[in-house]
């Protein structure tokens, strides 16, 4: 099927669709067709995709359930991708996860999906990043939730438009990022847990603390600090809010595009980068490829057939 006929039946086609296209992304990884599919995806998908990240348990999941209820309450179609940080880790997290997300089955309009990181700890497999793509084609608004941020390229930052970074009170943690230096990489930080009375406060005033003037405001946007408390729901409103201010902003001036193609060349330069190391992606342009390609996924296949090593007989042995 070409790409644009198989988006338009990936989108009437409800949940069993999207599901039959995620397995088919899987199965067929590699493929020229799933290829193309997933470029037609990117090309035509107009979905927000919204990135949850922060350390394990820093209230993730629950905050993602409340925001997926507000999401259907706005009667947007709505995708999670709950990205486990460790293929090796057992059932159990994943379940765990399944049991946090407690959407109506019956709904037509909500879409779960766990995966798995693989290889990557804390990152996005390729696995992951076509099947955002993917979800971005079909559902209005996507949801990502994944471990920890600023750990390699390949992390949920360049697979999303809008990033929340969710720090628990009495961790400690913004320190930690800003010695990591990843404050600069949120759109918007929660203190979760807001219920936790001074803990939650004292985080708020250090999270202040640690994002610099210039890490607040980045291209005229303004980097809120939030405290939310998913189990007594303050400050939840505030938080969809926020979101949806973000959306615009990146609507108005053709942010978003802008920023899209710079993450599909981003996409494209962590794969070269991961394959074929530091050597491998200097050789290569990103942004070139993927226009003689026509879109990332097929320009990652078109790197493979480019990089393969060619096998020159020996001078000596030609001459005679
Ligand atoms: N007091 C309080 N506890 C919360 C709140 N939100 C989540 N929790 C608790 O914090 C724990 C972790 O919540 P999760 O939503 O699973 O956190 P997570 O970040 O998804 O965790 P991982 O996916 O394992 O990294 C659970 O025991 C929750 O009940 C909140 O708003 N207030
Ligand atoms: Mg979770």
Same mark, same amino acid.
């Given at each position: ?54 350390? $394990? ?166 980097? $809120? ?70 879109? $990332? ?24």
């Amino acid at each position: 099927m070409a790409g644009s006929e198989a988006i338009a039946a990936l989108r009437a086609g409800g949940k069993l669709a999207l599901a039959r296209a995620l397995t088919r992304i899987e199965t067929g990884h590699g493929q020229a067709e799933v290829d193309a599919f997933l470029d037609a995806a990117c090309r035509e998908g107009s979905g927000h995709v919204l990135g949850l990240t922060g350390p $394990p348990g820093a209230g993730k999941s629950t905050l993602t359930n409340s925001l997926l209820k507000a999401l259907r309450g706005a009667g947007k179609t709505t995708g999670v991708i709950a990205v486990d940080p460790s293929s090796r880790r057992s059932g159990g997290a994943l379940l765990g996860d399944r049991t946090r997300l407690t959407a109506d089955p019956e709904d037509a309009g909500i879409f779960i999906r766990s995966m798995a990181a693989r290889d990557r700890l804390g990152g996005l497999s390729d696995h992951a990043l076509a099947a955002i793509a993917v979800m971005r084609a079909a559902r209005e608004a996507v949801i990502v939730e994944s471990v920890g941020i600023g750990q390699s390229e390949a992390d949920v930052a360049i697979a999303v438009d809008t990033l929340v970074l969710c720090i628990q009170p009495g961790s400690g943690d913004s320190l930690q990022f800003m010695k990591a230096g990843v404050m600069e990489l949120p759109d918007i930080i929660v203190v979760t847990k807001a219920d936790m009375g001074a803990y939650a406060a004292r985080a708020v005033a250090d999270v202040k603390g640690a994002l610099s003037l210039s890490d607040r405001e980045r291209e005229g946007w303004q980097v $809120p600090v939030l405290p939310v408390s998913a189990q007594d729901g303050s400050g939840l409103e505030a938080l969809h809010e926020a979101i949806e201010a973000h959306r615009v902003f990146l609507e108005a001036g053709g942010l978003a595009a802008r920023r899209f193609a710079q993450r599909q060349e981003a996409w494209v330069a962590d794969y070269l980068k991961t394959r074929y190391g530091q050597a491998g992606s200097h050789l290569l342009d990103p942004a070139a490829l993927i226009g003689v390609a026509g879109g $990332p996924f097929a320009a990652m296949r078109l790197a493979d057939r480019r990089l393969v090593v060619k096998v020159v007989p020996d001078e000596a042995a030609t001459e005679t």
